[in-house]
């Protein structure tokens, strides 16, 4: 099964009118990212904390489709692709129950962190973009044989 990150809606992350405020929503899914990596073996202290290469986020989106409220419990889903040798996409949709609430993307570039310079991606991000996609795509054949 593609990875699933269970988070609940906490009063810091609403805003004046009781919702998540929005750029809130990028920092969950940057909590599901980091979840998600952790669940790969990846050690987050080695991946972050003076490492030879970053993976900044170059591009990062939100659309909502519902309100997320305080004490929700979010379900996001991570979708990842490589877009290729130096680049990859996440696609985070999130649900409230069985209802969509909201769909993020962001996009990462490799860069050597002295130079600045784009590089190839790692073989650990490489292996884990290619187990969670395989099992994005198993979970998503499922879903779409469930639907027949």
């Not at 099964?1 to 009063?11: E, K, L």
């Not at 769909?103 to 790692?122: F, G, Y």
């Amino acid at each position: 099964m593609s990875f699933t990150y269970h988070r609940t809606v906490r009063f810091q992350d609403t805003d004046a009118a009781g919702v998540v405020y929005f750029a809130n929503v990028l920092s969950i899914c940057h909590e599901a990212y980091e979840e998600s990596l952790e669940a790969s073996s990846i050690n987050l202290k080695d991946f972050f904390i003076n490492p030879s290469v970053a993976l900044p986020i170059v591009h990062a989106s939100v659309d909502f489709f519902r309100p997320m409220f305080v004490g929700d419990k979010l379900l996001i889903r991570l979708i990842p692709q490589k877009l290729g040798v130096d680049k990859f996409e996440i696609t985070y949709e999130i649900n409230v129950g069985e209802v969509l609430v909201a769909k993020a993307i962001t996009r990462h570039v490799c860069i050597d962190v002295s130079s600045r310079i784009k590089q190839e991606l790692s073989d650990e991000i490489i292996q884990w973009l290619e187990t969670n996609r395989r099992d994005a795509e198993g979970a998503e054949r499922r879903r779409s044989r469930e639907v027949i």
